[in-house]
């Protein structure tokens, strides 16, 4: 029987998210159950992009900053990185207020820039990574992660934080290789199995809604959840917020291959009532996914169906933030003809629908716009 402790909390006063962390940590067996003295442990945190925390884009710090006090307390060596979407860890860390957190503890950044090559047997989509080096220089992994929502898997939880233990441009080289949104989260699961973390701490006090991972609204829910199972803490958020688990491709083969249970009656619940943080107006989009076929008539049909990314011309700036970050060769969405006083716009013949560009855009100027047909027959 999988646990996942719901713990009330309806600030990010420290003292208070503290508590709320102890109470959590001891349903589930306490710190000492997942790092002794003298053990090396990593906080992975969510650090998408650089963003003060108030946006929620990012785990709060004083989420992070209780978690690492609690295990420095039972004698453990701690850490703390992240390889974010886009600028470098400590430039994202220092505007999310983790670098100030972290000096506060006194912890020190880990190496998430030197990528090391591994291998994982037991793989089903991948059997090798190149890992940032902290991941591999530590025991103990701690993640995370924020409660928000996902263009491409429809929802960022535990099992995909560990996708920023990938160093930087790697990450782009996935969606590449894996622009269907089933393999993306197979290598997802995988990594997730690899990296293996002890220990899940979600960030819901504030969630995000709508445009995410990071262009949505702030969405207040009051609640720290706690596991060692990534897979139930994922399927007991998506209960909270109307969202049916196996519409998550990241839950589905989360449970097939191991990592974790979805199901209901494999699940115990504790610490606060379940009920009390049901929010069914949260926004996220509950229809199934629709994974993109990048060929022939499957990339006609995909066209039809599957949601495009398109720029909203009176919120975008022109930073060319989304160009930078299209993995595409040549690039999907870019100035036409060069016209860099124009927004950019999408090439949807090459776009293979990874919501990159969505992801990282700093205005929520990038939207989904679901294709006639998708909303005729329901999709949306």
Same mark, same amino acid.
């Given at each position: 029987?999988?646990?996942?402790?719901?713990?009330?909390?309806?600030?990010? @006063?420290?003292?208070?998210?503290?508590?709320?962390?102890?109470?959590? !940590? &001891?349903?589930?067996? +306490?710190?000492?159950?997942?790092? #002794?003295?003298?053990?090396?442990?990593?906080? *992975?945190? $969510?650090? !998408?992009?650089?963003?003060?925390?108030?946006?929620?884009?990012?785990? #709060?710090? /004083?989420?992070? *900053?209780?978690?690492?006090?609690?295990?420095?307390?039972?004698?453990?060596?701690? /850490?703390?990185?992240?390889?974010?979407?886009?600028?470098?860890?400590?430039?994202?860390?220092?505007?999310?207020?983790?670098? *100030?957190?972290?000096?506060?503890?006194?912890?020190?950044?880990?190496?998430?820039? %030197?990528?090391?090559?591994?291998?994982?047997?037991?793989?089903?989509?991948?059997?090798?990574? =190149?890992?940032?080096?902290?991941?591999?220089?530590?025991?103990?992994?701690?993640?995370?992660?924020?409660?928000?929502?996902?263009?491409?898997?429809?929802?960022?939880?535990?099992?995909?934080? &560990?996708?920023?233990?990938?160093?930087?441009?790697? *990450?782009?080289?996935?969606?590449?290789?894996?622009?269907?949104?089933?393999?993306?989260?197979?290598? !997802?699961?995988?990594?997730?199995?690899?990296?293996?973390?002890?220990?899940?701490?979600?960030?819901? =006090?504030?969630?995000?809604?709508? $445009?995410?991972?990071?262009?949505? %609204?702030?969405?207040?829910?009051?609640?720290? !959840?706690? /596991? $060692?199972?990534?897979?139930?803490?994922?399927?007991?958020?998506?209960?909270?917020?109307?969202?049916?688990?196996?519409?998550?491709?990241?839950?589905?083969?989360?449970?097939?291959?191991?990592?974790?249970?979805?199901?209901?009656?494999?699940?115990?619940?504790?610490?606060?009532?379940?009920?009390?943080?049901?929010?069914?107006?949260?926004?996220?989009?509950? /229809?199934?996914?629709?994974?993109?076929?990048?060929?022939?008539?499957?990339?006609?049909?995909? $066209?039809?169906?599957?949601?495009?990314?398109?720029?909203?011309?009176?919120?975008?700036?022109?930073? +060319?933030?989304?160009?930078?970050?299209?993995?595409?060769?040549?690039?999907?969405?870019?100035?036409?003809?060069?016209?860099?006083?124009?927004?950019?716009?999408?090439?949807?013949?090459?776009?293979?629908?990874?919501?990159?560009? &969505?992801?990282?855009?700093? @205005?929520?100027? =990038?939207?989904?716009?679901?294709?006639?047909?998708?909303?005729?027959?329901?999709?949306?």
């Amino acid at each position: 029987m999988s646990k996942v402790a719901l713990i009330r909390c309806e600030s990010y @006063e420290y003292n208070e998210v503290k508590k709320a962390v102890q109470k959590g !940590l &001891q349903l589930i067996g +306490g710190a000492e159950k997942f790092a #002794h003295k003298g053990q090396k442990v990593l906080l *992975k945190p $969510n650090l !998408l992009v650089g963003e003060h925390p108030e946006k929620c884009v990012t785990t #709060h710090p /004083s989420v992070f *900053k209780a978690v690492g006090e609690i295990f420095l307390k039972e004698g453990a060596v701690v /850490s703390w990185g992240d390889s974010p979407g886009f600028g470098s860890t400590a430039s994202v860390a220092n505007k999310a207020g983790i670098l *100030k957190a972290a000096g506060e503890i006194g912890i020190p950044m880990a190496d998430f820039k %030197t990528g090391v090559e591994v291998f994982y047997e037991n793989g089903i989509q991948n059997k090798k990574f =190149i890992i940032a080096k902290a991941v591999v220089d530590n025991e103990i992994i701690i993640s995370l992660p924020k409660l928000k929502p996902h263009a491409f898997e429809k929802f960022t939880g535990c099992v995909k934080n &560990q996708f920023g233990c990938i160093p930087g441009v790697k *990450k782009s080289e996935y969606h590449i290789k894996l622009p269907d949104a089933e393999k993306f989260a197979k290598m !997802l699961v995988d990594l997730n199995n690899f990296v293996h973390p002890a220990l899940f701490v979600m960030d819901g =006090i504030y969630a995000m809604e709508g $445009n995410g991972p990071r262009g949505g %609204t702030p969405k207040k829910m009051n609640v720290l !959840l706690f /596991s $060692n199972d990534p897979v139930a803490l994922d399927a007991t958020v998506c209960r909270l917020i109307n969202l049916n688990p196996e519409y998550v491709p990241t839950i589905k083969y989360g449970y097939q291959t191991g990592s974790g249970t979805y199901i209901k009656d494999k699940i115990e619940l504790l610490g606060d009532d379940f009920r009390s943080f049901i929010q069914n107006d949260f926004n996220i989009n509950r /229809s199934p996914l629709k994974p993109f076929k990048d060929k022939g008539l499957f990339r006609f049909l995909s $066209n039809r169906l599957v949601p495009k990314p398109y720029i909203l011309k009176e919120k975008c700036v022109k930073c +060319g933030m989304c160009i930078n970050m299209c993995p595409t060769a040549p690039k999907s969405v870019d100035w036409f003809d060069g016209d860099m006083e124009s927004p950019p716009v999408h090439n949807y013949r090459t776009c293979i629908r990874c919501y990159c560009c &969505q992801e990282i855009c700093p @205005e929520s100027a =990038i939207r989904l716009k679901f294709p006639f047909l998708r909303r005729m027959f329901g999709g949306k």
